[in-house]
């Protein structure tokens, strides 16, 4: 195991039946906290891309995103549930292992053809990357990449991707 991933995975906590019965979430507090293993992170995620704008997915995602924006020399922009933005929004619908949830964003978030690294905490279904690969692709800007923290294997997101490039910083 690489030192990042040991860095990574010593610092998830596994919460049982969170938020509903049978579902196993990974608690990434423990990570957060830890200075050295958050910059670690948050220069990985960077990676070498260069763009113009970071995306966060709500609510884990900013988070990370915001941080990541800031190495990487980019605009932060967060991608939110239905009815949290304020200005004119685009909204996508999907599925999640456990229900289903609408994100939007601001209509203006991008200018035409601005390159778009999207950043979240978690790739599970792919459900909500998905969404948010649509609503930047509408709103004219360019997805480069999506980076996430972990890649939950067994729940196949990375499936419904093909068309993009994925880097995950450990996959369980």
């Known amino acids: 195991m690489t030192d990042l991933t040991s860095l990574i995975l010593d610092r998830i906590r596994d919460v049982p039946d969170y938020p509903q019965p049978g579902v196993l ?32 997915i709500e609510a884990r995602g900013f988070i990370l995103a915001a941080p990541v924006a800031h190495r ?30 609408t994100i939007e964003v ?24 998905r969404a948010a690969v649509e609503l930047v692709r509408r709103a004219g800007a360019d997805v480069v990449a999506i980076a996430v ?14 068309d993009v490039e994925l880097h995950s910083l450990v996959v369980v």
Request: glycine share 10%; hydrophobic share 45%; charged share 25%.
């Open 25 to 56: 979430f990974k608690d990434i507090t423990p990570l957060l906290a830890d200075p050295v293993a958050f910059a670690a992170v948050v220069d990985a995620l960077a990676g070498s891309y260069e763009v113009d704008k970071i995306v966060g």
């Open 72 to 101: 990487a020399g980019a605009g932060f922009v967060p991608v939110r549930k239905k009815g949290k933005l304020p200005s004119e929004t685009l909204e996508a619908s999907y599925d999640l292992e456990y229900g289903s949830a």
């Open 106 to 129: 601001h209509r203006d978030a991008f200018l035409p053809g601005e390159r778009v690294l999207i950043v979240d905490d978690v790739l599970a279904t792919g459900g909500t990357a």
């Open 149 to 162: 923290l972990m890649e939950l294997a067994f729940l196949k997101g990375r499936d419904r991707l093909v």
